[in-house]
């Protein structure tokens, strides 16, 4: 009788405790699960950012140029350049000055199709300081309009606002007569120049910000 009372008072401490310690490892369980489940749905939930490439901000960039008027080009002309068009037959000498470095040019019929003069009107009127004055320049501006190009786009690199870009903006000169276009790739002239594009995602797609 005695052995059983003692097995009777060890099943009940004992047992009792291993009943709560199964009830504590089975909470726990299905804690971890629950929280593993949580932190399963919250990366499901982070949706990566989709990637921009290098082609793709150069359509981007491209677009915004494209959504711009089209607008003549800018040429810088220096002495060079006013020798080249009277050869080319873009504008023509009409008027001498007593101090024989002054003088007005023309545009020729050929020259007005090509070109217009920021006046409005149709006469260079060439006046350098001196005769050894080289540095003396007019700016025309070319009668066909083009939009920017955007070249040498190079690889998207993450920033603060999102992804930036570094690329090359181009004067374009499609459409433009070839002896004009020499004179606009004398010394002088800027036909490119560096520029960086700003890009963030907007509704999970990348928008063009800015061009600096």
């Known amino acids: 009788m005695t052995g059983r009372a003692n ?20 909470f726990a369980a299905l804690a971890f699960v629950g929280l593993g489940f949580t932190v399963g749905s919250m990366l499901n939930g982070c949706k990566s950012a989709p990637e921009l ?8 960039i491209q677009a915004k140029y494209d959504q711009n008027p089209a607008e003549g080009a800018n040429i810088y002309v220096d002495d060079l350049g006013m020798r080249m068009g009277v050869t080319d037959k873009y504008w023509d000498r009409t008027r001498a000055y007593p ?61 603060a606002g999102g992804k930036g870009v570094s690329f090359t903006e181009a004067v374009n000169l499609d459409g433009v007569p070839g002896p004009l276009q020499d004179i606009a790739h004398n010394p002088g002239n800027r036909l490119s120049s560096k520029r960086q594009a700003e890009f963030a995602l907007d509704g999970g797609a990348w928008k063009l910000v800015s061009i600096e």
């Open 53 to 60: 490439t290098s082609a793709e901000a150069q359509a981007l």
């Open 99 to 159: 101090n024989k470095f002054w003088a007005d040019f023309t545009l020729t019929p050929e020259g007005k199709k090509a070109i217009k003069l920021a006046d409005g009107g149709d006469v260079i009127k060439w006046r350098p300081e001196s005769e050894l004055d080289n540095k003396f320049s007019i700016i025309v501006v070319t009668t066909v309009a083009n939009h920017l190009k955007a070249h040498d786009v190079q690889d998207p690199q993450d920033d």
């Open 7 to 26: 097995m009777s008072r060890f099943c009940a401490v004992y047992g009792g405790k291993v009943k709560k310690a199964m009830k504590v490892g089975t």
